[in-house]
């Protein structure tokens, strides 16, 4: 496993779209244990290919339960929304409120590429936004609300 450069704001590929991955084979296995220590060791919960400036639909998340990877995730299913405070390791520093629903229904392939859902809740819910928005060149400083205060 090796550290990668976190993709900072104002990088051109993090406003790209990310391509679907078409073959799971060792590159993307090793892609994505890099990813896992990058985001480690950068204190982050999750992680998406673009901020490691590789434009395929991957991601990980390690909210603190365990590490998830996923491919070509699919937000399948929303229900409510909360707001809550985010951050990014590649606009380190800035922080800010972001709605998101608070239930979501992924589908994705696993590292063995076997469809899997999966279905996350308030914190779980809000890293798998924010990560598949990076699939799609979306940050979340483009979603900041202004509190109501």
Known sequence: M??????????EVLRKK????EKIDDRLQVLLDDMLETMYHNNG????APQVGILKRAVVIDIGEGPVFLINPEIIEEEGFCVDEEGCLS?????????RPYRVKVKALNRAGEEITIEGEDFMARALCHEIDHLNGILFVDKIIESEE
């Open 2 to 11: 090796a550290l990668r450069n976190v993709r900072k704001y104002g990088e």
């Open 91 to 99: 606009i380190p520093g800035e922080a800010g409120s972001v709605k």
């Open 18 to 21: 990310s391509r679907p991955v």
């Open 45 to 48: 919960v999750g992680l998406a």
